[in-house]
């Protein structure tokens, strides 16, 4: 098993900086895959970006050139660096970890961009 724990969320003006991390606990195995997500008010989970061990990243068009996904495998500790937010990014954002088939997700933290 594989617990998430998020912290960083909060309010923040527009254009405002935030950065989120999430540890995670447990059996780890060394070849793994993280993941930011999120969900506004009546929209479905999305992905805002993802990063393996390897260090592939990839990002959502929306969020391109704003966040930074980054990890410290020493830690078990994966960051979203979230830069120039907008409104729109306002939602309950989740990390993901996902080993072995498995995936796991943190309890959600909120982050509201206030215009």
């Known amino acids: 098993q594989v617990r998430l724990v998020e912290s960083g969320g909060g309010l923040v003006q527009a254009g405002g900086s935030l950065r989120l991390s999430c540890a995670a606990s447990?059996?780890?195995?060394?070849?793994?895959?993280k993941g930011w997500y999120r969900q506004a008010p009546g929209k479905q989970r999305e992905l805002v970006a993802s990063?393996?061990?390897?260090?592939?990243?990839s990002y959502a068009n929306s969020v391109k050139g704003r966040f930074t996904i980054s990890r410290d495998n020493a830690k078990n500790t994966v960051y979203l660096d979230m830069n120039s937010l907008k409104p729109e990014d306002t939602a309950v954002y989740y990390c993901?970890?996902?080993?072995?088939?498995?995936?796991?997700w943190g309890q959600g933290t909120q982050v509201t961009v206030s215009s």
């Open positions: 990063i393996t061990t390897g260090g592939i990243i």
């Open positions: 993901n970890h996902v080993q072995e088939g498995s995936a796991y």
């Open positions: 447990g059996v780890i195995f060394s070849i793994n895959g």
